[in-house]
């Protein structure tokens, strides 16, 4: 999979990640070299293979980024009618999983147009306790630059893709 052909392919699959599980994950590294994965349900990519998310939760995230800023996406389409269609027809239509690899960068003050974009996301979920409590008040954002694509490889069910 590349990355640069195959950008707007990957930015769809990433909507469609979130669309069915809220979240997705991004795998850093502390400082003694232990892997951890962060559940993420505030990412949003660009046009431009950078993209970010809204940094109000994590706290392990940030701080392994001080000594390595490497990461690695994971976004999974889990829609149930997405995954009975491919075992009944033996493939997947399309990509079930793929991981983004990236480097993080400063954590800084969202944008007007940043805000919008979560707002926009999120409308469905308004008026509920929930939402107040995970989506408001989100001020501070951390970009990541994408260096590389990866599909996930599921053997046969996915040998066409």
Not at 33 to 56: A, H, M, Q, R
Not at 101 to 106: A, N, P
């Amino acid at each position: 999979m590349d990355i640069k052909t195959d950008w707007n392919k990957i930015r769809k699959h990433f909507n469609k990640s979130f669309s069915s599980n809220f979240y997705v994950s991004i795998a850093s590294v502390d400082s003694e070299n232990n892997p951890t994965v962060t559940p993420i349900g505030s990412l949003f990519l660009n046009d431009n293979l950078t993209g970010f998310y809204f940094e109000k939760f994590p706290s392990k995230l940030p701080e392994h980024s001080k000594y390595n800023p490497n990461v690695c996406l994971l976004g999974v389409n889990s829609g149930r009618f997405f995954w009975v269609k491919a075992l009944f027809k033996g493939k997947f239509s399309d990509y079930p999983a793929i991981k983004l690899y990236g480097v993080l960068g400063e954590k800084r003050q969202a944008t007007e147009k940043e805000i919008a974009r979560l707002n926009r996301r999120m409308k469905i979920t308004n008026g509920l306790k929930g939402n107040t409590y995970l989506w408001k008040k989100m001020e501070y954002v951390r970009e990541i630059i994408f260096t590389k694509a990866e599909k996930v490889n599921l053997g046969k069910m996915t040998e066409d893709l």
